[in-house]
């Protein structure tokens, strides 16, 4: 039986049967996993918060087997999950039961690049951080980054629509991914990868795959449009006393480094008391209730240092910003990412971790931080906030010491409803999964959520494509 208390249980799939392992075996040979330990980890979710129980992994190498697999298990009603880098964090990306894991883990391969247009094809399970150490040795950049970089899949970034660190200056894989390539419920390939600029003719198909969880299909392969990688990169590290301080800082900065400004992020002081406490990491500046990540990338260095430093005399000299410190080496600058990165590593090491990741007007999102904190007094063991705000986006969490019935009651729905009062979204950008899904009425209209059930229904007649994940358990 699943370990969450949110499905209510298995859909009459089949189970997987000697003949369906023989099927398997020929088509991948040692790429069908049935070894209990080694199905171990991909069972389990990053936050260790879910767990399955599949008895069958599948390596797929190619566009092709991924096909094979799927018209086979659509024919034998068998349910597939998905799974890129497994590092989701809403549980969407191991199975609920025994579904069938399919993993890109081997569909690894850069297909083409091309230095003039800077678009880059691949298959879907080339991990983040190797993409963009291949385009930094021919001075590009990927769109996107984020903590996970080292695990993330490129086809999982797409299927979350991820948003991550520079989602400000590139904006979000709806607009970056030029094509995609995959793979239907039926085994059909549907190739949508033309990598250009501009295409109207009709509907733009690729749009319905990205952010849909591994529910519509299984992407197998993505182009993507990637800017020049930048010759000078700053990254300032700054305190402030209060929220409101911190957003007047984020207005002058606009204002002051608006073309060069790469990422706008913050943490208040919990977070950084987890980051010292579990990670032993240095607080750079004076203890301060809020710190600042600002990210300048450039193309002249004299010129972004410059602005950079009349910004930073300007919301120093009126009292903006207590405290800061500027990298422009390497090293100091991976230093200052790692205070803003690492908050979800240290968050585990603080207990069972209770995620929300919504989006308001930027002026609303530490509200929510504090009245939740004030709702659950001492009932948490930590509230903290963090998060992108140049998205408007607040990355909630509260920890206890265990798995905790009566503190998750105490946060749900009040959270949700919170967000709903100001037309905010429950998912910014980690997606539903298993966890979100039947709040999606929160941040949806019922006829859009109607609409999506069509649209599954149409794609995976069989609903067979990341069962319990995603829509509402309304619609199954
Ligand atoms: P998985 O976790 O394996 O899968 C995620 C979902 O996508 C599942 O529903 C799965 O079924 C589906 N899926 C995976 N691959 C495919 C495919 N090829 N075709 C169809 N469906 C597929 N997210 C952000 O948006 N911004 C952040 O800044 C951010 N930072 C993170 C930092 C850390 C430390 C961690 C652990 C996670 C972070 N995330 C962030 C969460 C985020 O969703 C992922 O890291 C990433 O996008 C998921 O990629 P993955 O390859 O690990 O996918
Ligand atoms: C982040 O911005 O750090 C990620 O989305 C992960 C998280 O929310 O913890
Ligand atoms: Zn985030």
């Known amino acids: 039986s699943p370990a969450t208390g949110t499905v209510p249980g298995r859909l009459p799939f089949a189970t997987v049967s000697q003949q369906d392992l023989e099927f398997f075996n020929k088509l991948l040979h040692s790429r069908t996993i049935t070894d209990p330990d080694l199905l171990e980890s991909s069972n389990r979710d990053w936050l260790n918060s879910v767990k399955g129980s599949s008895e069958v992994l599948l390596r797929p190498e190619s566009t092709e087997e991924v096909s094979q697999i799927l018209r086979y298990c659509n024919e034998r009603r068998l349910a597939v999950n998905p799974q890129g880098g497994n590092t989701g964090l809403v549980g969407g990306s191991v199975p609920v039961f025994d579904e069938i894991i399919l993993s890109t883990a081997l569909m690894n391969r850069v297909l083409s690049f091309d230095r003039v247009s800077g678009i880059l094809t691949c298959q879907a399970g080339c991990v983040l951080e190797k993409l963009s150490d291949y385009l ?24 979350t629509n991820a948003g991550g660190l520079r989602l400000l200056r590139y904006g979000s894989l709806h607009g970056t991914v030029l094509g995609l390539e995959v793979v239907l419920a039926d085994g059909q390939v549907l190739n949508c990868l033309a990598g250009l600029r501009k295409d109207n003719t009709g509907y733009d198909l690729k749009q319905l795959f990205i952010g849909s969880e591994g529910t519509l299909g299984v ?9 020049h990688k930048p010759n000078a990169v700053n990254v300032a590290f700054l305190g402030c006393s209060s929220f409101q301080q911190l957003l007047e800082t984020f207005q002058c900065c606009r204002g002051m480094l608006g073309e060069i400004l790469s990422a706008f992020e913050f943490l208040d002081s919990s977070c950084m008391k987890l980051l010292e406490t579990h990670l032993k990491l240095v607080n750079p500046i004076t203890e301060s209730p809020f710190y600042i990540l600002i990210e300048t990338a450039g193309s002249n260095a004299t010129h972004d240092e410059e602005k950079l430093h009349s910004f930073l005399e300007t919301v120093m000299s009126s009292s903006l910003v207590d405290d800061g410190t500027v990298a422009t080496e390497q090293a100091k600058i991976k230093a200052l990412w790692a205070m803003r990165e690492r908050i979800t590593e240290a968050l585990t090491h603080d207990g069972y971790t209770y995620k929300y990741d919504i989006s308001l007007p930027v002026e609303k999102i530490y509200q929510l931080v504090t009245d939740m904190r004030e709702h659950l007094g001492d009932r948490a063991k930590n509230v903290v906030g963090y998060g992108h705000v140049g998205d408007g986006n607040l990355h909630l969490n509260i920890t206890s010491p265990a798995k905790d019935p009566a503190l998750l009651a105490a946060i749900e729905p009040y959270v949700y409803e919170w967000t709903a009062r100001f ?20 941040s949806k209209p019922p006829e859009a959520v109607a609409l999506m059930g069509n649209i599954k229904s149409m794609l995976d007649p069989r609903g067979i494509l990341n069962p319990y994940k995603t829509l509402p358990d309304c619609l199954r």
Do not use: W
């Open 136 to 159: 930094e040795e021919r001075d590009f950049i990927m769109p996107l980054d984020l903590g996970a970089k080292g695990s993330c899949h490129i086809g999982g970034n797409v299927a």
């Open 219 to 227: 992407i197998t392969a993505v182009s993507i449009l990637c800017p």
């Open 423 to 442: 037309q905010g979204s429950i998912s910014a950008e980690h997606g539903l999964g298993l966890k979100k899904k039947n709040y999606i009425h929160f």
